[in-house]
């Protein structure tokens, strides 16, 4: 089993940056993915961001591209997402995922078989 533990939410206004992190524990050994996925109110979850952990690719849903990045620190067994240029369309509850597969869609909620509790995100106007 793998355990993920996020933290780093908060209110903020737009504009602003916050910076989440995601701690992984447990059988880490073979994730293969690692990530963001999003879901505000009345709306579909969707993918935001992973990350390949063998060697830091990264991948963006086209909404945050520019603006997020998503990154490693392997030793920590730690995924942060950089947020940057926030906006009202990022309030969400953030959760991180992780996977010990290879998905066909990287930003497939399928694909990810481990899921943190979530952290909210608020953006003000």
């Known amino acids: 089993q793998v355990q993920l533990v996020e933290s780093g939410g908060g209110t903020v206004q737009a504009g602003g940056s916050l910076r989440l992190s995601c701690a992984a524990s447990g059988y880490i050994a073979n994730i293969k993915y690692m990530g963001w996925f999003r879901q505000a109110p009345g709306k579909e979850r969707g993918g935001v961001a992973v990350i390949r952990t063998f060697n830091s690719v990264p991948s963006y849903a086209d909404s945050v591209k520019g603006r997020f990045t998503i990154s490693q620190n392997a030793a920590k067994n730690t995924v942060y997402l950089q947020m940057n240029s926030l906006n009202p369309e990022d309030t969400a509850m953030y959760y991180c995922?992780?996977?010990?597969?290879?998905?066909?869609?990287?930003?497939?909620?399928?694909?990810?078989?481990?899921w943190g509790q979530g952290t909210q995100v608020t953006v003000s106007s």
């Open positions: 995922v992780a996977t010990v597969g290879w998905p066909s869609v990287l930003l497939d909620q399928y694909a990810y078989n481990y």
